[in-house]
């Protein structure tokens, strides 16, 4: 069973930047599907950005792309989400998530698909 461990959230105001990472445990690291989520108080999780196993292909969530930028290194098992031009809106405990199906290629954007979860990190924008 893989695990995923999120790091890098924190308090940050309007404008500012934040590089989330997840480390995930095990040795078949490359051979994932890669997904951000995240959940704002009293909403839905949602999808944020996901990434190919050979990074082929990084899908966005509307409101972010052009602001978050997903990337990974299969060598150190790590998934990064940089954040720029953050906004209160972003306000939310942000997740990684695995997706293991092998026959996987563009990432999912229903987390359903994704059978492995990290423990969340906050992630508070002030404006």
């Known amino acids: 069973q893989v695990q995923l461990v999120e790091s890098g959230g924190g308090l940050v105001q309007a404008g500012g930047s934040l590089r989330l990472s997840c480390a995930a445990s095990?040795?078949?690291?490359?051979?994932?599907?890669m997904g951000w989520f995240r959940q704002a108080p009293g909403k839905e999780r949602e999808f944020v950005a996901g990434?190919?196993?050979?990074?082929?292909?990084?899908p966005y969530l509307g409101s972010v792309r052009g602001r978050f930028t997903i990337s990974r290194d299969n060598a150190k098992n790590t998934v990064y989400l940089q954040m720029s031009s953050l906004k209160p809106e972003d306000t939310a405990v942000y997740y990684c998530?695995?997706?293991?199906?092998?026959?996987?290629?563009?990432?999912?954007?229903?987390?359903?698909?994704?059978?492995?979860w990290g423990q969340g990190t906050q992630v508070t924008v002030s404006s």
């Open positions: 998530a695995a997706d293991r199906n092998a026959r996987r290629v563009v990432p999912s954007k229903n987390q359903e698909e994704y059978d492995a």
């Open positions: 095990g040795r078949t690291f490359s051979s994932y599907t």
């Open positions: 990434i190919s196993r050979s990074s082929s292909y990084t």
